[in-house]
């Protein structure tokens, strides 16, 4: 496996196999591997000839008071991880070099990131956007394989992808979890062991919605106080959001009609978690 940090010699070393025919599949992630980015990298694996995994830890799409500079970070591990899935190239440029004095340009998607995370997190999407689409001019890729956990970033790119017209196939993954139903979070890390505990409430919520949807629920309102009662109901918790969306725009519904996401963001201590489930 070959570490590249150079964005130059990246955007050279993707020419070639894409001139020969082969398929670049890539994989962007902010490093710090789990089992959920070693399963997009091994979807990478099965759908790209060269596999390249960037590890950038994006400042624009982090607040001020956010967690940027206590992001988890293990360059070492990580490689030995993409090593052993089978990885090609790692990308890892530095941050002077993606963002260099005078950078002004991004990438802003409108309405699909105006609520949920967006809302609690002004600028945040406008980082994400900005940094995909610089790696995708970087890396080239013909694929690209993001986890479904971060629906709205999915949506988000998706959104992009077809506005600017970009050549490249976007692949949602479905979220890995624990056994006991919690989404892989590299911000799992930040929770105590008591907070651990309360963190299973969130992906009991969305089967508590799941449930009610099941026997006949349509109301969006009841699905989300069911799901948020459900959070509440254990220490720790501060929910952000819960809410029941239309799968595409993500624009909140009344009732659910023609299937739904229930997305929700909930602090359990400092960490901020995530989750969500589709209503089919
Ligand atoms: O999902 C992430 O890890 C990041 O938001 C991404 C897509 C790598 C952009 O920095």
Do not use: W
Request: with cysteine.
């Amino acid at each position: 496996m070959e570490l590249l940090t150079e964005i130059r010699v990246m955007q050279q070393v993707a020419h070639e196999p894409r001139a020969a025919g082969r398929t670049i599949a890539l994989v962007p992630t902010m490093g710090f591997f789990h089992e959920g980015h070693l399963s997009l990298m091994r979807l990478g694996r099965a759908r790209g000839d060269l596999l390249v995994v960037s590890l950038f830890v994006n400042p624009t799409q982090f607040g001020p008071g956010e967690d940027f500079k206590e992001y988890p970070r293990d360059l070492d591990r990580d490689l030995r991880l993409a090593a052993e899935v089978g990885v090609d190239l790692i990308f890892e440029p530095s941050v002077e070099a993606m963002y260099p004095p005078g950078f002004q340009t991004f990438v802003t998607v409108e309405e699909v990131t105006r609520g949920l995370c967006g809302a609690a997190r002004p600028g945040h999407f406008r980082g994400v956007a900005t940094v995909v689409a610089k790696l995708f001019h970087i890396v080239k890729p013909h694929v690209a394989i993001f986890g479904e956990k971060d629906y709205q970033q999915l949506v988000t790119i998706r959104r992009m992808v077809r506005d600017l017209n970009l050549d490249i196939e976007v692949v949602g993954h479905p979220i890995v979890r624990e056994p006991d139903g919690l989404a892989l979070s590299s911000r799992n890390l930040y929770l105590s062991p008591a907070e651990r505990v309360s963190a299973r409430s969130l992906s009991q919520a969305l089967e508590r919605a799941k449930a009610l949807y099941r026997a006949g629920e349509r109301q969006a309102a009841v699905l989300a106080a069911e799901a948020r009662g459900v959070i509440e109901a254990q220490p720790h918790t501060r929910v952000d959001y819960v809410a029941v969306c239309d799968r595409e725009t993500l624009e909140p519904l009344d009732e659910v009609k023609e299937g739904a996401v229930v997305a929700l963001a909930v602090f359990v201590g400092r960490a901020r978690l995530i989750d969500n489930c589709l209503l089919p």
